[in-house]
């Protein structure tokens, strides 16, 4: 018998970034895929294909850092409480083989051996900035001491003799001689926090790379320093280098620099070879990057992924759109082969199902939380209302924010849009709206909590749930925008959270705040479809969805799942359980009868199939 759901493909969110702090990457050795992390997640990337991703959970706090065993069969990750968690790559599950707490704070670096048998981490200890241990039983391989302040990165030498480097906010360099490892030496060389060391892939030379906006080049063995690569007056960037990344022939050099540049280095000459310009913004600004294969990657402070070339340094290749930060509302247009998403800081992120292109909507954004997100398909545009009180309007071809169709302000705090024939609804905090060509036909003032609005199709009715104590849908009747009247009042047993008309028009879903979603049929005036709520959530449901042919109902919600339930056999229902898993659901849609997609707080976009049994 087959599975009932299958999680086809993962628009995987991008990594969290922060302004002066270096981003770590990380390849498998086989260059199939790489990793970086944000939130509790480990993000686990198809390097050929990005939109295929799967997503590790299993911390209890922000990662900070993860990366490959040199055997490719282990991902030692790391997180902001110290913890170390060494899980396996083989098995879907990602089994734990060792959890370890080597230092008492955050680990900002972890390297390991070439053996695949110790590991070097480095971060804010409270007692010390490092340890080396034995990945298979946690004991100690070594002290890492020397530096006071700490210490940002950190790597191991692939060939004997070992060595272990270290770099620190004190700005200098730590060299480390072992197994066991004990300190050897210091490199002064810096003037600013040392943010990366790496060791050639052969390990004959080292570079570090600093605040200072400086590079310099090691002897692998004995750590003499042999020179400094310089571009620009007497630095390597105009601004600090977060980030260096070797090719795997160890003959060139990549770095990631706050000035907005990435630059590819010939190691031998110590010169620039070719600088990719990323932008002008602070957005632009590169805090980290990696080489792996063919492939050339740098991290955007926006947390967009680049892809180098250096055959077009002018503009990446591609470029891995999307959102580091949650994302609150979706819905779906072009009948299913594209989504848009809206986050909590204002960014708005189209995706194609096909291949997983992704763009961001550019222009006069709303700048603030996306509240609701409506397609409009006569024009191909979305709809959107943000925490800035404004209804925009964005060009779906363009991906730019409309300014032929001006910004409508609202009056108070938008909490739900939606689009139906011509006809935009917008549910504020006091009023309920219907607006037409950007202009308000009819605002209807409100003495409840409006959460979320629904147009029928037939542009006859129009239902707007309440997220007050009043606990209920109130239905009005809107005769194409001409009017707007208070029809009838619904009671649920919980606040209103989201409320959809079927396509077809014949029914009304409604979810609400006490676990339950509920079905109405439109032309029994509003009486109940089934005998009893649907109730298999275990806490508030946040979303609904209809399925183009109106015989299934998708909802997500806080419990991190996705329920399928059928019109036609109300007490049948499909729970993808921990769909998101730590992410309650904030946004799901179909995009063909067979297919459902969901979005949380995590910033995944899942796809799913469903293969419903009768």
Known sequence: MSKPYNNRLTFATLPRTERGKPLVLSADPKGKTFLYTNGNSVIIRDLAKPEIADVYTEHSCPVLVAKYSPSGFYISSADKSGKIRIWDTVNAEHILKNEYQPISGPIYDIAWSADSQRIVCVGEGREKFGHVFLADTGTSNGDITGQSRPANTCDFKQSRPFRIITGSEDNTVAVYEGPPFKFKTTKTEHSRYVQSVR????????????????????????????????????????????????????????????????????????????????????????????????????????????????????????????????????????????????????????????????????????????????????????????????????????????????????????????HEGGLTAVATLESVLLVKNGSTLQEEKVNYEPSCVSISKDLQTLAVGDAGQDKSVHIYEINGGDSMTMKKKIM???????????????????????????????????????????????????????????????????????????????????????????????????????????????????????????
């Open 199 to 418: 060791y050639s892939p052969d390990g004959v030379f080292w570079v570090s790379a600093g605040f200072d906006g400086k590079i310099y080049l090691y002897d692998g063995k004995d750590s003499d320093l042999i020179s400094e690569f310089i571009d620009v007056k007497g630095n390597a960037h105009g601004g600090g280098v977060y980030a260096v990344a070797w090719s795997g022939d160890g003959k060139k050099l990549l770095s990631a620099s706050g000035d907005k540049t990435c630059k590819l280095w010939d190691v031998e000459t110590r010169k620039a070879i070719t600088t990719f310009e990323m932008g002008q913004t602070i957005d632009d600004q590169q805090l980290g990057c990696l080489w792996s294969g063919d492939f050339m990657l740098s991290v955007s402070l926006s947390g967009y992924i680049n892809y180098l070339d250096p055959l077009s340094p002018s503009k990446p290749s591609r470029i891995l759109k999307g959102h580091n930060k949650p994302i609150t509302k979706m819905c779906v247009s072009d009948e299913g082969k594209t989504i848009v998403t809206g986050g909590s800081d204002g960014r708005v992120v189209e995706w194609t199902v096909a291949n997983g292109d992704t763009k961001s909507y550019d222009g006069e954004g709303h700048g603030s939380q996306i509240n609701g997100l409506a397609s409009v398909a006569s024009n191909r545009s979305v709809a959107s209302v943000g925490l800035d009180d404004s209804l925009r309007f964005a060009n779906q071809d363009t991906a730019i924010y409309s300014s032929s169709i001006a910004p409508l302000k609202l009056k108070a705090q938008p909490k739900g849009v939606h």
């Open 492 to 614: 649920l047993t919980g606040q209103v959270t989201d409320v959809a008309y079927s396509p077809d028009g014949k029914f009304l879903v409604a979810s609400d705040g006490n676990r339950k979603v509920t079905l109405f049929k439109v032309d029994n005036d509003y009486e109940k479809a089934n005998p009893r709520e649907w109730g298999f959530h275990t806490a508030r449901v946040n979303c609904v969805g209809w399925s183009p042919d109106s015989n299934f109902v998708a909802t997500g919600g806080l419990d991190c799942s996705v329920i399928v339930w059928s019109v036609q056999q109300p007490e049948k229902h499909l729970i993808i359980k921990t769909a998101h898993t730590q992410s309650q659901i904030t946004g799901i849609k179909w995009l063909d009868a067979n297919t459902v997609v969901s979005c949380g707080q995590d910033g995944n976009v899942k796809v799913w199939d469903i293969n419903w049994q009768n």
